[in-house]
C-alpha cells in the first residue's frame, strides 16, 4: 500500500507534504485498519510510521486516516491492535466509549480540519463500563462520583437491549456500539453532514480482548463498502482471566 513504510521510517523526503497522498476514501481507510488488525491478529505487526524519520516528517502536519472513538480500556490501545504509528490515528478514548461535548468537538475536529475519511467507533467483550450501567441498572444503585456520568451515559443502550430482549454483555456491548455510532451521527450535525456528502463514514467495531481481532458491528451509510472488506476471522475462545476486570 501507497502509506505503508517499512519499519524505521519514511524513506525520501522527510516534509509531511512530500509524503505518500494521505487516504481521503472512507473504504480504503477502513482497508487500512482491517489490514493492520490481521496484522496484529496474527503475531506479525509492521509496527508502521513509528520511527523517528517518519517522526520527524509527520512534525509539520498531520493527516490521520481515521478517528477511534474508542473505551478506555487498558488493552484496547489503538495504534497497536491496529499496527499503525504516528499520524495514522486521531484517538479519543473514554470508559465505555460514552460521548459528550468534548468527544464531538474532537471527532469533529478531525473530519472537519484535518479532512480524515472514517470514524470507528471502537467497543469490546466483556465492557467494564457496560457490565456497571447494567448493575447499577438491575440494583437499582448509582455508583459515587463522576462514575455516575459514564453509567448514566450507558443506560440508553441498556434500556434498548431490554427491549430488543438481549441481557447478555457482549450483546448489549453490540448495542451500545451502535447507540453510540448514532448518537455521534445524531449529536453532531457537522458529523452527519460529512457523511451525507461521502466525505466521511461511521463504523462500529467490537474488539475481542482474548484473540485481538476487531468485527463491524454496524456501519453509515448502511451497506457501504466499509463493511465488503472481511472482518477478522475470529475462532471462538472459553471465556477467561482476559475478560474480567475490563474498563
Ligand atoms: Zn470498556
Do not use: K, W
Amino acid at each position: 500500500m501507497s502509506r505503508s513504510v517499512m519499519p524505521g521510517g519514511q524513506p525520501g523526503p522527510q516534509r509531511a507534504t512530500d509524503q505518500a497522498p494521505a487516504l481521503t476514501e472512507p473504504s480504503r481507510a477502513y482497508a487500512e485498519l482491517a489490514d493492520g488488525n490481521r496484522r496484529f491478529v496474527s503475531g506479525a505487526p509492521r509496527h508502521p510510521n513509528q520511527g523517528a524519520e517518519h517522526r520527524a516528517a509527520v512534525a509539520d502536519g498531520q493527516h490521520p486516516f481515521a478517528v477511534i472513538v474508542g473505551c478506555s480500556d487498558s488493552r484496547l490501545a489503538a495504534e497497536i491492535i491496529f499496527d499503525r504509528g504516528l499520524g495514522d490515528l486521531f484517538v479519543v478514548r473514554t470508559a465505555g466509549h460514552i460521548v459528550g461535548p468534548e468527544v464531538l468537538g474532537s471527532v469533529e475536529y478531525a473530519v472537519t480540519v484535518l479532512g480524515t475519511p472514517l470514524v470507528v467507533v471502537l467497543g469490546h467483550d466483556s465492557c467494564g463500563a457496560v457490565q456497571a450501567a447494567r448493575e447499577a441498572a438491575a440494583t437499582g444503585t448509582a455508583p459515587v462520583g463522576h462514575l455516575r456520568a459514564v453509567v448514566d451515559a450507558v443506560l440508553p443502550s441498556l434500556r434498548r437491549a431490554t427491549a430488543e430482549d438481549v441481557d447478555d454483555i457482549d450483546g448489549i456491548v453490540d448495542i451500545h456500539i451502535a447507540q453510540t455510532v448514532e448518537t455521534l451521527l445524531g449529536q453532531s450535525p457537522v458529523l452527519a453532514e460529512a457523511v451525507e456528502q461521502g466525505r466521511c463514514a461511521v463504523v462500529g467495531m467490537s474488539y475481542r480482548l482474548a484473540i485481538g481481532g476487531v468485527r463491524p458491528v454496524t456501519a453509515v451509510p448502511v451497506g457501504a463498502a466499509t463493511l465488503d472488506v472481511p472482518s477478522v476471522d475470529v475462532p471462538s475462545v472459553p471465556d477467561g482471566p482476559a475478560a474480567t476486570a475490563a474498563a
